[in-house]
């Protein structure tokens, strides 16, 4: 059946708005997965803040030129395609898209990745996972920013520690 004009324009326009709002795009062939286990993919990556979307090729590359990324995804877009369009946090989403993929779905498969304006192949794509997450990121940023602060702060402390544990010793010494 015939996509009309406008349904045309519809999607090139929820395609464009997913690009401008993900951070990277991950693209899958699903052939042979069944609806309701997508389903239950789109459901699993909605919690990390990425949209999976099955789309049409030729409209996709469309709403990639409105956002000004002229890209050649001949390799990455072979046969049926869907694209997790990954919000802020990369590393979460792919893993989650990976262990879906490993634990229910083996006939889903990733088949590239876009980042930035690079078209990254099937082993860049999956070696997304392997960024950390927003959260460990964060913790190590703080773990940065607190060390010298902490290390001060026993700095100062260690003369008066110190001198306390010479004169427990002493009072322990003659109280013997």
């Not at 002229?70 to 869907?82: E, I, N, Q």
């Not at 100062?156 to 306390?164: D, H, M, T």
């Amino acid at each position: 059946m015939a996509i009309t004009r406008q349904k045309k324009e519809e999607l090139v326009a929820l395609y464009s708005e997913q690009i401008q709002k993900s951070s990277a795009l991950v693209f899958t062939d699903y052939r042979g997965a069944k609806v309701s286990k997508i389903n239950g993919l789109r459901d699993k990556l909605r919690s990390t803040g990425t949209a999976y979307i099955v789309t049409k090729k030729t409209l996709f590359d469309l709403a990639l030129k409105q956002n000004g990324r002229d890209l050649d995804l001949s390799s990455v877009t072979d046969g049926s395609t869907a694209v997790a369009f990954l919000g802020e946090d990369i590393g979460t989403g792919v893993k989650t898209l990976k262990d879906w993929i490993k634990a229910e779905a083996d006939v889903v498969r990733i088949t590239g990745a876009v980042l930035d304006n690079d078209v990254l192949n099937v082993a860049q794509a999956e070696s997304l996972a392997d960024l950390p997450t927003r959260e460990e990121m964060l913790s190590k940023l703080l773990a940065t920013i607190i060390a010298p602060a902490s290390q001060l702060v026993r700095t100062i402390n260690e003369p008066g520690a110190s001198l306390a544990r010479v004169l427990k010793a002493q009072a322990d010494k003659e109280a013997a």
